[in-house]
């Protein structure tokens, strides 16, 4: 018996191998970038990237929507290796200041470990525009989203409503972002582990607003055990 494979699912086939093979490329191209930052620094140009790579600058854009995709998948890159490093998973009990400080101190070794990466995503936009957006919001707002999620379940453990958890974590992000680049760029800058103390008892301040508003006193080196969503 033979058997016969039509025209459409041959095409289908092809394309399946191409959308693939496009995904791996545009994921290798990304990593050879953030080398090529690294190397040449946040001014790192789209040419110096592709040289980088191997490839002329028309050849790597058959792998993006022009610049802009570019600066999106290295922003995303970005906040997945961020995130990836943040005490942002509470799934066993753990004491609040110690998730806090958890998060902050990542952040800290984030951007001491990559400043050539967190300018270059300060400098170059998210849209054609130039004065678009800068990428980045990508990787903030990435990480909000997380530190929202860890907010939520901590209001929802003890009983309160988590509505506000979205815009705290937004305006979290911000101050932690600000703080940290005001102490690189400081002169005089407190030693690392006391201003990443000093940063995180700021942050949890935030945090325990809602908490005292609730009439609940917690001590936040006592561990407290997750609550997940019913």
């Given at each position: ?74 922003a ?7 995130t ?72 929802r ?64 080196h ?7 969503r019913?």
């Amino acid at each position: 018996m033979s058997s016969t494979v039509s025209p459409g699912a041959a095409v289908d086939g092809r394309a399946a191998r191409w959308s693939g093979q496009r995904e791996k490329r545009r994921a290798e191209f990304v990593e050879a970038a953030l080398e090529a930052i690294d190397h040449y620094g946040p001014q790192a140009s789209t040419e110096q990237v592709a040289d980088h790579v191997g490839v002329t600058r028309t050849k790597l854009y058959r792998y993006f929507d022009g610049a802009a995709d570019l600066h999106h998948c290295i922003a995303r890159r970005a906040s997945d290796m961020l995130t990836a490093q943040q005490t942002l998973v509470w799934d066993g009990p753990i004491s609040p200041i110690q998730v806090v400080t958890g998060t902050v101190s990542m952040h800290v070794r984030w951007r001491i470990d990559h400043p050539n990466l967190y300018e270059y995503l300060n400098r170059h936009s998210l849209s054609d525009d130039a004065h678009g957006v800068a990428a980045i919001h990508d990787v903030n707002r990435a990480v909000a989203a997380n530190l929202a999620e860890v907010i939520a379940t901590f209001y929802r453990t003890l009983g309160i409503d988590e509505r506000s958890a979205v815009p705290l974590s937004i305006g979290a992000v911000g101050f932690v972002e600000s703080s940290v680049t005001h102490w690189l760029n400081d002169p005089e800058p407190l030693p690392r582990k006391q201003f990443t103390t000093q940063l995180a008892e700021w942050m949890w301040s935030l945090l325990n607003t809602a908490v005292l508003k609730a009439g609940i006193q917690l001590d936040p080196h006592q561990p407290v055990a997750p609550q997940s969503r019913q």
